[in-house]
DNA sequence: ATTGAATTTTGACAATTGTCAAAAAGCTTC
DNA sequence: GAAGCTTTTTGACAATTGTCAAAATTCAAT
């Protein structure tokens, strides 16, 4: 929990009163490998933070999952769709390592943010981060070889072909498996 | 300027005194066709509200112009990464017609966050809904074909092809202009 | 160490898209 | 309406990537 509270602060300064109400509203949450923390159809009702651990979101589309996106350790996770909207997610999340996770419910945040001017600060800049990455991570997908997309993925996260399977890589980046293991012996 | 406050009305509710301090902190610009509202290396002061016209987001990659985000009425423009980091702009804002737009600098939508707790929840709630709209732009920049990407724009903005030309348009599917001709004599 | 499952690599071929060049169609302006 | 410009379409070919199938490798559990 201190590192969820130590991360946050990055984003913004808080008051005592803001941080203690934010710290008592976060409950641990442990899953194993593999565990689903989402799935499609349900509505996501939590927001959480992976202190540790390594995640993924996928979609289902015409029975192949394809995976959109990895969270790591001191990202925020969860079906941002969903969560924003309370309609029932298209997305799943599953967890790629044993991780350990801090939850906090849709409503509670809700509370949080009607109560703390500093707290509302708090997620909206975190949104800016957020969308500045994504922006970031669309461009990339949209407009470079399938080959630099794969030598940024390196450069942003070089622990990734250690921590996840070749084949959510390849989905990640939007090409096929064959292709991903061919960049790799040319590289 | 009325448009504006109806607009943002629908993303959450304001204090008189809060739509008073918006009311003058923006002003009007008004911009002709071609004309650039941002150009790269500089740094982004303003976030924009585009009362009415059409505006394209491009970088210039290798000589190239990647157009990689449309604007148009009732949309807030702006260089979001240069807009929230400060630091100089890596791409360029052009509009694609003549048009009416509101300007607030960097400067004074700070303050007004700071006074405001209701603008601050405002801008938090636009950023929600924007990044759901770029996490859909970003799946189906990825994982879906040429044509279907075509066909989807189509039905988000069925009157793109009238006001914007056919190479913006291929530049922000991420294909050629040829394939997008020929996907057009397809269909 | 051995077995069995999952993951990664390789090969052959097909499909999609890009590139370059030229022709056709649309717009403006006189 | 003709001239000159921009935009869109078409053709031919090359490059990239996908698909299917099989082989090789890695990993985990016994």
Known sequence: ???????????????????????????????????????EGKICRHLYFLEKGALRGYYNIDGKEITHWFGFDND???????FIT???????LQLLEGSILWSISKDKLTE??????????????????????????????QFKTATERYEQLLKDAPH????VSLGHIASYLGISQETLSRIRSRI
Chains 1, 2 share one sequence.
């Open 86 to 92: 309370q309609e029932p997610s298209v997305e799943n």
């Open 112 to 141: 949080l943010l009607n109560r703390f001017h500093d707290i509302e600060r708090l997620v909206r800049v975190a949104y800016e981060n957020y969308y500045i990455r994504l922006e970031e991570r669309y461009v990339n997908a």
């Open 76 to 82: 925020f996770v969860t079906s941002f769709h969903s």
């Open 160 to 163: 990734i072909p250690d921590r």
């Open 1 to 39: 929990m201190q590192q969820l509270l130590q991360h946050i602060k990055l984003y913004a300064p808080l008051s005592e009163e803001a941080e203690q109400a934010l710290y008592d509203c976060f409950e641990q949450v442990v899953c194993s490998k593999n565990q689903h923390l989402l799935t």
